[in-house]
């Protein structure tokens, strides 16, 4: 049995770069979350030096899965490989699972106001995207 491969449309590859670069720069916040200086922690006011100092394992977990996750589905996406959904699903999980700890949690809201919210709900709505995109990919068999 063959599979008919569709042309993949130029907005997927221009698409799935930007994705790759988002979570690229969300792998270096990580970096940076985990390797914070003890002087820069000291010097921060104490509701946020609380929040780092407070963060739990599990979210730590959460973080890589959620960042290294979504570099990696997007790389499987460009390589043109269907596993790229089942990753991007764990990435999607893993984004959910901190974004609650961040919001509920963890009150982040609390410390840096009603703004704090934005960024996590732009996250989950990336991380939903890019699981939709491998879908529709798979659909369209850009992807196998």
């Not at 979570?23 to 921060?44: A, C």
Request: hydrophobic share 60%; glycine share 4%; proline share 4%.
């Amino acid at each position: 049995m063959s599979t008919v491969t569709s042309k993949i449309s130029t907005w997927f590859w221009v698409i799935t770069v930007i994705m790759l670069l988002w979570n690229l720069v969300g792998i270096i916040s990580f970096l940076q979350h985990i390797t914070i200086p003890d002087e820069v922690l000291q010097n921060l006011p104490d509701n946020e030096r609380e929040l780092y100092e407070n963060y739990p394992l599990w979210t730590t977990i959460a973080f890589a899965l959620a960042v290294f996750g979504g570099f990696i589905g997007c790389i499987y996406l460009l390589l043109k490989k269907k596993f790229a959904k089942p990753i991007l699903i764990i990435s999607l999980i893993a984004v959910v699972m901190q974004m609650y700890h961040s919001i509920f949690i963890a009150k982040a809201m609390d410390v840096y106001g009603p703004g704090a919210a934005v960024m996590p709900i732009m996250v989950i709505l990336i991380a939903l995207f890019l699981v939709w995109l491998a879908s529709f990919s798979i659909n369209k068999n850009w992807i196998k």
